[in-house]
């Protein structure tokens, strides 16, 4: 029984002051499942994660055009981030309580008088 997770980006949110297209915004899914059945035993979580954006033009070094964007440079931006966040320990409790729900050792049952 080992509990795995997905991150995936699902909404980037750009700068409204510049017609650049500079992210500020990433938002991603954690995706935590279960191995002993994950169709089962599987949760979800969105989490914004903010980019730093200040002093940032389309002319600043290594500055990567909207259009250019893959899902490892946008997540290479938020990567400290992503890791401290508490979301994946989370839904590891929740995936477990789902377990531990559905595999009990003890069941309800009237008292006898």
Known sequence: MAITHTETVTLLEVLKSNSDNIVGKVKVNISSS??????????????????????????????VAYE??????????ISTSLANSTIKSNNEKIVERMITRDNRTTEDKAVPW
């Open 34 to 63: 279960d191995d002993s059945d994950p169709s089962k035993y599987t949760f979800n979580t969105n989490e914004t994660f903010d980019v730093s954006t200040t002093g940032v033009t389309a002319s600043t070094a290594g500055f």
């Open 68 to 77: 250019n964007l893959t899902e490892d440079i946008v997540k290479g931006w």
